[in-house]
């Protein structure tokens, strides 16, 4: 990130308590997938449903929290550096993402 003294002395206590917060609705993610682990072989439309609707507020809170900690953390850092860090995040959670999608199956 090549933060400063000073903005490294800022940046971290909010990123913590911006992990921590994330932390918590990834928590929706890991359930979301074990509900569909749970039901894949039995699942009804109901079930889908449920876990759809699951889903998308899952990634709605993600995109509703990421928009809070910007703003957050322009008031700390010049705003290439907010976006270098959320370039940096996306780009792990699309590792992690990739990694879901390859050992999650398809519906049936």
Do not use: G
Request: charged letters at 35%; zero cysteines; glycine letters at 0%.
């Amino acid at each position: 990130m090549e933060l400063t003294d000073s903005e490294s002395t800022r940046f971290w206590p909010l990123y913590r308590e911006f992990r921590t917060k994330m932390a918590a609705v990834t928590d929706r993610q890991v359930a979301v997938i074990k509900e569909y682990a749970a039901t894949y072989n039995s699942m009804t439309d109901d079930q889908a449903d449920k876990l759809m609707s699951n889903y998308m507020d899952f990634q709605k809170d993600k995109l509703n929290l990421e928009k809070d900690y910007v703003k957050k953390f322009k008031k700390i850092l010049p705003t290439r550096k907010v976006a270098r860090y959320f370039q940096l995040e996306h780009k792990l959670d699309a590792v992690i993402d990739y990694d879901l999608a390859r050992a999650i199956p398809l519906l049936q």
